[in-house]
C-alpha cells in the first residue's frame, strides 16, 4: 500500500525513523516531512480512477500500512467548480474554485486531521491534544471520536461560537483561553507532558502535512494531470502551501506530471499578516504579529514555525502575498455566494479579494487559469457575519 520510508527535518534534511510518535524534529525543532520511495511505485496515473473518493485514494503517498489503520469520515476529493460568474466580475475567464466546504467538520481541517489521527492511533497515542483558531478543533474532535481517542482542545475565548458547540457534541474537552492561538500553543506544551498529550499541533507533528497535500494532487488530478498557472490560498499556519508544494515534487517525480508549477499566492488579513510581511520585506522567515485580529479565524496565526518553508515555496514559484481587510472579504463573501453558491467561510473570501486586487493589478492575467481555494463552509461564522451586516 505505502511507500513511506522515514522523515526528514525539514530545516537540516536530517533522517529521522517513522515508528517513534515525533513532533517537531530532534535535531533543529522544525517541521518533520514524510518521504517516500517514490522510484519504486508503479502506479501510473490512470490506474487512480477507480480508487476510494476520498484523499486516501493516494495510497502509496500516504502515512498508513494498511487500510484498517485508516481514521476516515470521507475527507477529500471535493468538487473542482468552474466559477464563470464570478471570474468575469474580475475579467477572468478561466477562474476556479476548489470548495473545501464539503469535507468532514465543514473544513480542509479534516484533510489534515485525518492523517495525523491515523498515524498517531497507529502509533500507540491515546491522549490528543490541539491547540485551534478553530476548525482544526472541530476537525480533531470528529477524528479523535471516530478513532476512539481522547481530544482536548485549547481554542480562544472569542472563537466563533459554531467551534465550541462542535468540539463539545464530539465528546471533546475544551478549554477556552484569553487569548490567541499562540497562547492555546504554550498551553498545550507546558501541561503536556504531564498529561500524556500528544501535541497535534500545525506543522508541529509530520502528518497534517500530508493530508493537506493531497489537495495538490486533488487539483492535478481534476485538471486531466496539468496544474493551474496560479494558486490562491488563504494562509494561517501554511499547512495547505506547503502541502501542495511538497505534492507537486512527489508528483513530478512518479512521473505524473512535468516541472511546471503554478505561482503560489499567499493571502492573509491585514489584521494579521505576518507572512505578507515577511515576504515584502525579504525575508526569510516571519516576525510574530503583534495584537492579531480578523474574523478569519483561521488566518489569525501570529507566528507560524513553517514560516520558511511556506515563504520558499512563495518565492521559488514566482508568488506572492497580499493581505486584505475583513470589509473586503465580507463583499467579498456576497459576491462569491451570489455568483457561485457556495457560502464560503470568511478566509474563503479573503482568496477570492485577493484575487480580485491581483487581477485588477494585471498579476494575473485574463486567461490564466486560476484555483482560489474556499476552504472552508461560511456557516461556522454566523455570529461574526451577522455583527458586521
Ligand atoms: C486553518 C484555516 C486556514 C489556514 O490554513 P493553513 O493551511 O493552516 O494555512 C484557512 N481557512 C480556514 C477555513 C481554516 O480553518
Known amino acids: 500500500m505505502t511507500f513511506f520510508t522515514h522523515l526528514d527535518c525539514s530545516r537540516c534534511g536530517a533522517r529521522h525513523d517513522r515508528e517513534t510518535l515525533h513532533n517537531l524534529s530532534p535535531c533543529c525543532s522544525a517541521p518533520l516531512l514524510a518521504r517516500y520511495d517514490l522510484e519504486r511505485v508503479r502506479v501510473r496515473r490512470e490506474d487512480l480512477a477507480g480508487r476510494r473518493p476520498d484523499m486516501w485514494r493516494y ?51 479534516a484533510r489534515g486531521l485525518s492523517a495525523a489521527v491515523t498515524r498517531a492511533r497507529a502509533l500507540g497515542a491515546g491522549r490528543l491534544a490541539i491547540p485551534s483558531a478553530g476548525n482544526a478543533a472541530g476537525a480533531m474532535s470528529a477524528y479523535a471520536a471516530a478513532a476512539g481517542l481522547e481530544a482536548f482542545v485549547f481554542m480562544p475565548k472569542d472563537v466563533p461560537e459554531a467551534f465550541q458547540v462542535e468540539c463539545a457534541a464530539l465528546g471533546a474537552r475544551v478549554e477556552l483561553v484569553d487569548g490567541l ?17 500528544f501535541d497535534v499541533s500545525t506543522l508541529k507533528e509530520p502528518y497534517r502535512v500530508e493530508g493537506k497535500k493531497t489537495m495538490g494532487y486533488e487539483v492535478a488530478e481534476q485538471m486531466g494531470w496539468t496544474l493551474p498557472d496560479v494558486i490562491v490560498y488563504p494562509t494561517g499556519g501554511g499547512t495547505g502551501l506547503i502541502g501542495m508544494w511538497k505534492a507537486f515534487e512527489e508528483m513530478e517525480r512518479l512521473g505524473w506530471i512535468g516541472g511546471r508549477r503554478p505561482r503560489m499566492v499567499s493571502v492573509q488579513a491585514s489584521g494579521c499578516a505576518p507572512i505578507v510581511r515577511a515576504f515584502e520585506n525579504g525575508r526569510e522567515t516571519a516576525e510574530e504579529w503583534q495584537g492579531a485580529q480578523t474574523m478569519a479565524a483561521g488566518l489569525r496565526v501570529p507566528r507560524a514555525v513553517g514560516d520558511f518553508l511556506m515563504l520558499r515555496a512563495i518565492r521559488q514559484s514566482e508568488g506572492t502575498a497580499v493581505a486584505v481587510t475583513d470589509e473586503e472579504m465580507a463583499s ?26 491581483l487581477a485588477a493589478q494585471g498579476w494575473i492575467r485574463a486567461d490564466e487559469r486560476v484555483v482560489l481555494f474556499n ?15
Open 59 to 109: 495510497a502509496e503517498v500516504m502515512p498508513a500500512d494498511r487500510p484498517e489503520e485508516v481514521v476516515s469520515l470521507g475527507e477529500g476529493f471535493t468538487p473542482l467548480l468552474q466559477a464563470e460568474r464570478l471570474g468575469e466580475t474580475a475579467g477572468l475567464r478561466n477562474l476556479f474554485i476548489k470548495d473545501e466546504s464539503s469535507n468532514p467538520t465543514g473544513s480542509f481541517k
Open 181 to 197: 492561538i499562540t497562547d492555546c500553543g504554550r498551553i498545550v506544551a507546558e501541561r503536556k507532558v504531564a498529561q500524556g498529550w
Open 332 to 357: 467579498a463573501l456576497k459576491e462569491m455566494g451570489a455568483a457561485t453558491g457556495l457560502f464560503a467561510a470568511p478566509e474563503g473570501a479573503a482568496a477570492w479579494a485577493g484575487v480580485k486586487r
Open 375 to 389: 476552504t472552508g463552509s461560511g456557516l461556522k461564522y454566523i455570529d461574526a457575519l451577522k455583527a458586521i451586516w
